[in-house]
Every structure is written in C-alpha cells, then in structure tokens.
C-alpha cells in the first residue's frame, strides 16, 4: 500500500496505522552529493596499548572520518600511505601532511586505567600553521569509546567551521517488528539502536523534550490516540493527554514545562497547550477548521501549526498564547508540517507540487522558499540541533526510509533499514 496522501493526514497522522511496515534493522548512511568547498583532514588511527581488548585500533579514527566525511563538509584523506603516524605531537612531521595536502590533522591515543577505565587523548591540529587547535582527554569506560568518538567529531567540525556539531546527538522514529510497532532512539550516525517503546498498536509523533531526557508520543494501545511521555533515563512513562476524542502532535516548549497537543474532545482538531505534568489545559485555537501539527519557535513566544482555515492546508503562526494567527505559507496550495530551525530564520515544511511531496525551507524574513529534497513521498521534516541537516521520512523502492538534506540543499544521506520501513523521525538535541 502506498502512503495515504490526501488531507485527512493531517489529523497528525492517525491514518499511519494503514501504511505497511515490516521488519527493523540497524540503520546505515549513504553521502550523496556534498559541499562545494571540503576541507582536506587526515585522521591518524589513534595509539592503544598491546593488550587492549577493545576495538580495532582504527576504529576510533573510522568513527570520527565517517562523521566528518557524513557532514559533506570535509575531505577525509587516506593516511596509510605516510610512513610517519604520530601518536604525540612531537612526532608530528608537518611536511609529510603537507605533502598530503591536508589542511589540519588529528592525532590520538587510547590508554588503560585502573578499575576498568580509559583514557583517550587527541590533539587537533593546524597543518599549514603548525599549530594546535584543540586537545582533550576524556576518562571513560569501554563501551563509551564509539559516543567518544563522536564527541571528538563535535569538536573537530566546531573549530574548522565555526558551528557546533551534531554527531553525539541522537535521534527517534517509529519501526515494525513482526506485528509490533516500536519507538526506537540511535546515534546520529544510525548505531547503537534502542526500543524505547513496543506495542501491537501503532506509535506515532515522537517528540524529543529539550533536556534530550524524555519523548512525548502518541501511542493507540488504548483503541485511540493517547499522549504519552516516556523518560528514557527511568524507563517510566505516563499519559499526558488521555481526553475524550483524539489526543496527538505532541511538541515541546523550548523550557520543557508545556507541551503543544492536538485534541478533538470539543469539536474537530484544534490546537491546545497543557503543562509538562498534564494539567493546566488551555484551548489556543478556536476554528471551524482543522489545526493541528503544532511547534513552538525556540524563543517559545510563537506556535506554528498547519490550518486549512484559508481553504487549503497552510502554515500558520500565533502567539504561544493564542490570538489571531498570520498565515505564513503563500507558495503553492499545500504546504504542511512545519519546523523551525535552531536560530529562528528558517520554516521547513512540506511541499506538495502536484502528487509530489517534498521538503522546502523558507527563510521567515523574506519568505523565499527553496525545495531541498529530490525525493517525492516526503513527510515529518525535522532539524539537527545546529540548523545544518534536515532528517525527515520518505519513500524508497516501495517502503519507508529515513533521509537528510542540508538547509542549501547541497548535501544529501539516505538511511536506509535493511529490514524494512521506518519513519517519524525527530532529531535530538544536544546535550553535555
């Protein structure tokens, strides 16, 4: 069965218990495109002691190239060809990198310590100054090796292009097993996979909390939409939003005390706020209308949301506190499901041209829109914490899949689940 792409979709996706899913299975990413402009970086395997159990000794270099090279924004280049592979700086002949043509390089080591633990040192280097950039040492245990790895990609791609990095975060869609759906959470890089949640139901809307401790999701195990929240620190959960008629399109307040939510319990969807604990309900939108796919801007004083009030689905802003909403959207008669980038600048949303979904950006100062995906079955748009990568689900050879676009539309990955369908995705935030 294809995916269900008419209006009543809107209704925050209660139809997608229709769509087929089947088997889960790790996520992996393939680069497609890149930047115009790359930066040359060689990543010198990092030194580990004979005995050490762990990884292989390139893996931690494999980590964080791959991170680089996912970005489209560095060239990482091969390095077993150079005689010398320092593990200290002072082994560090710049001439051989040079020679190279790598602009910066990175150098490291991995030791044991007492009582199971690891320390991991590596130095971020300028090549053609000949100066250091960074250096850190983390203290950890074994099975952290890989997020460390990420950690250090992080801050690599800070100081080589002045934004923070995105690759220890981590993100959440909805997959199927058998005959149950299930709500999992992995690394950027589509690793280290978790159930979160399983159910026979379907699980829809996952929503990260800003602290990256919780999730908000709409799960129909009770024979209708209910709002849950589900700590992944405790593993406890509890219902949000369990009113009469639908309850869905749970979002986060930027402080983490309110949530945005959909309910039908008084007429048809409309667009409510209610506190983080499940009380203090507030009706914001009041319409003949549909509303629903509520966001919050992250200044928390806006809440975007998409309407057919005008006719068509459109995306519309109010106050956080309700009002008169300002439609936003005017480039084509439907356009839904909006996201607002880290900084505040930029709308991403979904585009139908025709029967073509994709995702489109508009800058919110001079409302021109730029279509950034060259899929056709495009939904659940969702921004890295640095505004760079949009992650959203789309179609592949007749099933779901996970894809991301750069906010230029330059650099694109496919994530692909070799086991089957996966979809609703949300990336994380970043957190220490």
């Not at 393939?30 to 762990?54: H, L, N, R, S, T």
């Not at 399983?198 to 929503?207: K, Q």
């Not at 409309?270 to 309900?281: E, K, R």
Request: aromatic share 8%; glycine share 8%.
């Amino acid at each position: 069965m294809t995916y269900i792409r008419n209006y009543l979709r809107l209704l925050a996706g209660l139809f997608l218990m229709l769509l087929p899913f089947s088997s889960h299975a790790a996520l992996t990413i393939e680069i497609v495109g890149g930047a115009a402009q790359q930066i040359p970086i060689a990543i010198v395997p990092f030194a580990q002691p004979a005995d050490f159990k762990g990884a292989p000794q390139d893996a931690m270099a494999s980590v964080i190239g791959a991170d680089l090279q996912r970005s489209g924004l560095f060239r990482v280049l091969e390095t077993r060809g150079v005689v010398n592979q320092p593990t200290d700086i002072s082994q560090v002949r710049y001439a051989d990198w040079a020679a190279l043509q790598a602009q910066a390089l990175t150098i490291g080591s991995i030791e044991n310590l007492p009582g199971n633990r690891l320390k991991v040192s590596f130095r971020l280097l300028d090549v053609l100054k000949q100066t250091q950039l960074a250096g850190l040492e983390y203290n950890i245990a074994p099975n952290q090796l890989r997020m460390t790895a990420h950690k250090i990609a992080d801050v690599i791609y800070e100081k080589l292009t002045g934004e923070p990095g995105v690759f220890a975060t981590r993100i959440t869609y909805v997959s199927k097993a058998g005959k149950r759906y299930s709500l999992q959470v992995a690394d950027a890089d589509g690793f280290n996979s978790q159930t979160v949640v399983s159910s026979a139901e379907p699980i829809i809307s996952p929503s990260w909390s800003p602290d990256g401790t919780k999730l908000a999701y709409v799960s129909f195990e009770k024979k209708k939409p209910v709002v849950y929240v589900q700590s992944l620190v405790s593993g406890q959960r509890y219902v949000l939003a369990n009113f009469k008629g639908n309850n869905s399109a749970p979002a986060w307040s930027p402080d983490g005390k309110r949530l945005a939510i959909v309910l039908t319990h008084a007429a048809n969807s409309q667009v409510y706020a209610i506190n983080a604990d499940g009380t203090g309900l507030q009706q914001l939108t009041r319409t003949s209308a549909i509303d629903t796919e509520p966001v919050w801007s992250p200044d928390g004083q806006f809440i975007y949301f998409t309407s057919d009030r005008g006719g068509s689905p459109q995306i519309y802003r109010m106050t956080a506190s309700g009002g008169s909403p300002q439609r936003m959207t005017f480039d084509g008669s439907y356009n839904v499901s909006p996201r607002i980038s880290p900084d505040g600048k930029m709308l991403s949303f979904i585009k139908r041209d025709g029967d073509i979904f994709r995702v489109a950006i508009q800058d919110l100062m001079t409302g021109q829109v730029q279509v950034l995906s060259e899929t056709r079955n495009d939904e659940s748009p969702s921004f890295a914490p640095n505004g760079r990568m949009i992650l959203y689900a789309t179609s592949m050879g007749g099933r779901g899949t996970l894809a991301a676009v750069s906010s230029d539309g330059r650099v694109r990955q496919r994530l692909s689940d070799t086991g089957g369908d996966v979809r609703e995705p949300a990336w994380g935030p970043r957190v220490n």
